[in-house]
């Protein structure tokens, strides 16, 4: 199956800071998508096929990447983007999902 | 509007079987698939099946041997069963729709103990 490395595991960052986390796929993928979960919720789809933003999500918000690493960026920290994000492969099965970025603010 | 509500008993005893249903709303079973998919108490997300709108099925490899997913297209219901449960099955278990896993359900919760 395709392991999905996220990291850092765990960040923070300051209003108006940039922020980028990584998603690294043990073999070649062809998209990469997001899901952004907030404590006692359940997922949203965050960013599909590598670089959509889902309905709703902000402008600051980017994805990119190819092959085998990706990435989430947000150009300017909102107190509101604090949550945990999940990357995820639908390339092969098992369809498999990295161990999570949690972003803090500070 | 599209909505997704899992079902399920909330508490199982160890080597026992679970059934969780996901009742669909605002769509149809036979335009969309729908995925299960799992996360255990502060942990990461797993995902455990599919079953497509066709009624075909794709499972978790590691998990496949003791998983079912099934539907009802009259009733707006897919069913996911699994059995020999163990404690490590302990989880928040969700259902999603297919398009990149666009909606999801409320999750219920499986607790797996004596």
């Known amino acids: 199956q395709i392991v999905l490395t996220q990291s850092p595991a765990i960040m923070s960052a300051s209003p108006g800071e940039k922020v980028t986390m990584t998603c690294s796929a043990s073999s070649s993928i062809s998209y990469m998508h997001w899901y952004q979960q907030k404590p006692g919720t359940s997922p949203k789809r965050w960013i599909y096929?590598?670089?959509k933003l889902a309905s709703g999500v902000p402008a600051r918000f980017s994805g990119s990447g190819s092959g085998t690493s990706y990435s989430l960026t947000i150009s300017s920290m909102e107190a509101e983007d604090a949550a945990t994000y999940y990357c995820?492969?639908?390339?092969?099965?098992?369809?498999?999902f990295g161990g999570g970025t949690k972003l803090e603010i500070k | 509007q599209v909505q997704l509500k899992e079902s399920g008993p909330g508490l199982v005893a160890p080597s026992q079987s679970l059934s969780i249903t996901c009742t669909v709303s605002g769509f149809s079973l036979t335009s969309y698939g729908v995925h299960w998919v799992r996360q255990p108490p502060g942990k990461g997300l797993e995902w455990l099946g599919v079953i497509w709108a066709g009624g075909s099925t794709n499972y978790n490899s590691a998990l496949m041997s003791r998983l079912s997913i099934s539907k009802d297209n009259s009733k707006s219901q897919v069913f996911l069963k699994m059995n020999s449960l163990q404690t490590d099955d302990t989880a928040m278990y969700y259902c999603?729709?297919?398009?990149?896993?666009?909606?999801w359900g409320q999750g219920t919760t499986l607790t797996v103990s004596s």
């Open positions: 995820h492969q639908r390339s092969s099965y098992p369809y498999t």
């Open positions: 096929d590598t670089s």
């Open positions: 999603a729709r297919e398009k990149y896993f666009d909606y």
